[in-house]
C-alpha cells in the first residue's frame, strides 16, 4: 500500500460531515478504551515534556483531564481536526482564571503542535474515521521528537459484526465502511516512519435494553461511511423491521438484552533516530538534520 492510497469503502465527503456535526462530548465507550489505553502507560518509562491530545472533544474529556494530572508539569497542545471543535475544546479543557491548578506549569494550546515539538501524541477512537489514514499518521510522525511515541486506539473489523452480518443477510448495502485489521495498521506505522510498533485487540460486549437505544449508541459513535450505503432515508416501516430483527437475532441471555460486538485496537509506536541516506534523491527534513546533529555532539562529550 503506498502513501496515496485511501480507504475504498470510507466516503470523505461522509467523513467530514459527520466532523462538523459529531457531539461534542465523548461517548462512553470512547472514555472506557482511554482508561484501559491510560493502563498501558504504566510500560512507558518516558515522562514527556511536551505531549498532544488528537481530537480530545470526542476522544476522551476524562481522560484528558487524568492526562493532565499524570503529566502536571509537561506542555499540552489540543488538536482538532475541524475548526468547529476548537472552541468545544477551549470550553471543555480550559481551566478558569479563578481555578488554582491552573496557576501554575505551562498553559494548554489549542492548536495542532509544530514540528518535532511533543514526546507522546494521545489518539484515542479516531483512526478508524481518518479518509486518509496515512497522510495522519505520517501528520503524528512529523509531530514527535525522535524517540517521542504514539499511543493510539481505533476500531477493528470485527466491530458490529452482528449488524454487518443481518444487513448482508436482508441483501441490504453494508452496515459500515470496511475496518482496517492490527497487522494492517502495524505495517503502516512503518511505512510512515515509525519503530517497533506493539499492537493488541480485544473484543468489547456491550449489551442493551431495546434496540432502540443500541441504535443511539451507534449514532452517537459515528455514522456509515460507506460509498454504497443507503442513497436515502429509509421509512417507518423499514425501521419498524429493523427494530423487530435486531431484537430477535441480537438477543442474549435469559434476561433478553441485545448483545453487539466492538473490536477495539490498542497501538504505540516510537519515532526513531532518522538515517541518513545518500542517494541522488535522498533528501533530510531540517528537524530529523537538526536531532541527528544534537545527538552526534551529545554523544561526542559523553565519549570524552
Known amino acids: 500500500m503506498t502513501t496515496t492510497e485511501r480507504p475504498p469503502t470510507l466516503d470523505p465527503r461522509a467523513v467530514a460531515r459527520w466532523q462538523q456535526v459529531a457531539p461534542a462530548q465523548s461517548p462512553w465507550l470512547h472514555e472506557e478504551v482511554a482508561s484501559r489505553m491510560m493502563d498501558r502507560l504504566q510500560w512507558i518509562r518516558l515522562a514527556p515534556l511536551a505531549w498532544a491530545h488528537w481530537g480530545a472533544v470526542r476522544g476522551g474529556l476524562k481522560a484528558h483531564e487524568k492526562l493532565s494530572q499524570k503529566y502536571p508539569q509537561a506542555a499540552c497542545f489540543v488538536a482538532e481536526a475541524v475548526q468547529a471543535k476548537v472552541s468545544q475544546a477551549v470550553q471543555a479543557v480550559a481551566l478558569p482564571w479563578w481555578n488554582p491548578a491552573g496557576w501554575f506549569g505551562p498553559k494548554t494550546r489549542f492548536e495542532m503542535s509544530p514540528p518535532a515539538s511533543v514526546d507522546m501524541l494521545w489518539a484515542n477512537m479516531a483512526l478508524h474515521e481518518a479518509a486518509d489514514p496515512q497522510t495522519l499518521l505520517a501528520e503524528w510522525h512529523k509531530a514527535l521528537r525522535v524517540n517521542g511515541f504514539l499511543m493510539f486506539s481505533c476500531l477493528g473489523p470485527d466491530t458490529a459484526i452482528e449488524l454487518r452480518g443481518l444487513y448482508r443477510e436482508l441483501g441490504w448495502p453494508p452496515a459500515g465502511h470496511e475496518l482496517t485489521d492490527m497487522h494492517d495498521w502495524g505495517d503502516m506505522l512503518v511505512q510512515a516512519g515509525f519503530a517497533e510498533p506493539v499492537m493488541d485487540m480485544e473484543r468489547i460486549t456491550l449489551t442493551y435494553e431495546t434496540p432502540e437505544r443500541l441504535l443511539q449508541e451507534l449514532a452517537e459513535l459515528g455514522r456509515n461511511f460507506h460509498p454504497a450505503r443507503f442513497a436515502g432515508l429509509r421509512g417507518r416501516g423499514w425501521k419498524a423491521r429493523l ?26 509506536a516510537l519515532k526513531p533516530q532518522p538515517r541518513l541516506k545518500v542517494s541522488a534523491m535522498s533528501s533530510v527534513s531540517v528537524e530529523d538534520m537538526r536531532a541527528m546533529l544534537k545527538d552526534g555532539r551529545s554523544a561526542g562529550r559523553g565519549a570524552s
Open 243 to 268: 427494530d423487530s430483527l435486531l431484537a430477535q437475532r441480537l438477543a442474549t441471555g435469559p434476561d433478553g438484552r441485545l448483545a453487539l460486538t466492538f473490536e477495539v485496537i490498542y497501538g504505540h
